[in-house]
């Protein structure tokens, strides 16, 4: 998300006319500082870096070739400038500018205030500001992948989390304005996309733009096909169409408006050699029309998120997740019963406020019942205005939470070995997105599944012509895979293809 609405504020600097990005602090006239609150880690980085320019102001007059213009501005942004405003403005001449995630329009101004003396915070929260109307500028110009932000904020209230207080309450973009976004990126050669959101998979169209909802809604034949395929599965009971089986949410869902499956339906369809993945979405987010969507569209990555945090109930509870272990383990059967070789990966928290021996015990279980090919691990680290600050207390040791951090982790990797041994053997659709760092003589991409895969930059067949060619970023390559590390694959190139014609081919 930070990467994204980097790209929103430099399309608004860009359009209040300042100019390039420069590689060195010592040559700029305003320096953004992009933050995260999340953990006190993230925290630390950004408070040893406002040190590091306030040492460059300080001294920016001992240099002559500086005296002919003022020293940088530093304008913090994003959930710390939210969550440390006063802090942050009180700083011993370390920031000029506080500017929260809702307020990047108002940079420009709050610039302008600072050079005539003036106190320049906005931190105001919205129910409403999407950046819908503002184009990113993209940062990295000759990537091949790019993210596309479709909503922000978050209802969801977890006990541990920052989040809500820093982002707000959950808004979502209109269809039409991500739908022109993607094609624009398309334009420029981009060929995966990624989308962004607090909550992505509980965004929720309520523009009523004309003509969309009509062009969503399944024909009748559509509809039959869906219901059947209900039917055919393990699972009797109705599936809500809003939430998992099992799960529940602290608010008031929404029962209108066009929900992700349709937005993730539309994409897919309008640009079909374009691949889709989205991050982060949270379980109680996936019925069955999503995951249908999923299986049924090929250039939707059949890789999914699922943050479990914990793998014991009576944590998940304190956490106010919203499920048990149990309706999470039946989450994960019903996934991988309608997509079949689906890759998963997921979040966990050590050390959360109460946990005992036996609650970590439960969670290193279900990383192995599971089998992730991912997974982001960290020990709880308390976090102001949550209402785990408010209502537990942070009771494990610190050298504890290591311990089980370090256990977790461990657990994951002998997990995650198996899952990608898996792959020896088979062919992989792989998009090219640059040479391997470490080896210029081979490609790096991704497969379907999200694995990092390597393979030699020796010309292959094309799929259409046969003849001899080279490849590119941005070319799809079918890749048969023939070893692996903990982190990534390796193959031999057996030919250039597209997305559909890999998929349309015999398995």
Known sequence: MNFN??????????????????QLPEESDVILINTCAIRDNAENKIWQRLNYFKHIKSNWRKNGTKSSRPPPKVAVLGCMAERLKEKLIEADKMVDVVCGPDAYRDLPRLLSSVEQGQQAINTLLSLEETYADVSPVRIAKDSVTAFVSIMRGCNNMCSFCIVPFTRGRERSRPLESIVREVGELWEQGVKEVTLLGQNVNSYCDLSNTPGIREGEEDTPDEEQRREEEKKKTKKSEAVSDVLSSGFS?????NESGLR???????LAETYPEMRFRFTSPHPKDFPDDLLLV????HNVCNSIHLPVQSGSSRVLERMRRGYTREAYLELVERIREIIPGVALSSDFIAGFCGETEEDHLQTLSIVETVGYEMAYMFAYSMREKTP??????????????????????????????????????KTQLVLIEAPNKRNPNEWGGRCDSGQKVFFSRAPVPDHQSGDLVDTKPGD????????????????????????????????
Do not use: N, W
């Open 249 to 253: 949410a602290i608010y008031r869902t």
């Open 5 to 22: 609405d980097l790209e929103v504020v430099l399309a608004i600097m860009k359009k209040a006319g300042y100019g390039d990005i420069v």
């Open 476 to 507: 799809y390559v079918a890749v048969k895979i023939l070893d692996t590390t903990f982190a990534s694959l390796r193959g031999e190139p057996l030919r250039r293809t597209s997305l559909q014609a890999f998929y349309s081919e015999p398995s």
């Open 388 to 425: 785990a600050h408010r209502h537990d207390v942070d009771d494990v040791p610190e050298e504890v939470k290591q311990r089980r951090l370090s256990e977790l982790i461990a657990t994951f990797k002998r997990s995650s070995a198996a899952r990608y041994h898996s792959q020896l053997g």
């Open 260 to 266: 992700f499956a349709s937005l993730l339906k539309c």
């Open 294 to 297: 999923m299986r049924e569209q």
